[in-house]
């Protein structure tokens, strides 16, 4: 008889939101500084339409993963996906919290998939990114 190596949450099962404070320092490290840019340059956002720099989208990306991999572990790092839409600009100063929800899970080769559906939002509530994001939880002898 096999055991799972990493207990599955059952369906509807929510995971430990993560928050992080989106600073312009945490901006600039990930993007480069760069004149003329809206992630980078506060005078050039504003002048483009924007009240503020911009996070770039692939941080938020960057926050689901770490979402799921403190789930899953190495079972997103070697067998994770993620599809992810981006709905609202995320700014310099706003709280982003990282949500899961376990959708499903199903038989994988040795393995079992764990579906979950993730979304970022703001300090407002507002959602600013929407997706799902699965892994593999591995069966041990």
């Known amino acids: ?3 799972l190596a990493t207990p599955i949450a059952a369906p509807g099962t929510a995971l430990p939101p993560l928050a992080k404070e989106i600073t312009q320092r945490k901006i600039d490290v ?5 004149p003329y840019s809206i992630h980078t340059d ?3 956002a504003r002048r483009k339409g924007f009240k503020a720099p911009l996070a770039q989208a692939m941080m938020s990306t960057a926050y689901v ?3 799921m991999t403190r789930f899953l572990g190495a079972g997103f790092v070697q067998g994770g996906r993620m599809s992810m ?3 609202k600009p995320v700014y310099v100063g706003d709280r982003l919290t990282v949500h899961g929800v376990v959708k499903e899970r199903r038989a994988e080769g040795d ?5 979950v559906e993730v979304w ?4 407002d509530g507002d959602k600013t990114a929407v997706g799902t994001a699965s892994g593999l939880v591995r069966s041990v002898a």
């Open 85 to 87: 839409v981006f709905i």
């Open 120 to 123: 970022c939002e703001n300090q």
């Open 30 to 34: 990930y993007s480069g500084v760069k």
């Open 1 to 3: 008889m096999s055991t």
């Open 111 to 115: 393995a079992t998939r764990v579906e």
């Open 42 to 44: 506060e005078a050039w």
């Open 65 to 67: 993963s770490e979402l």
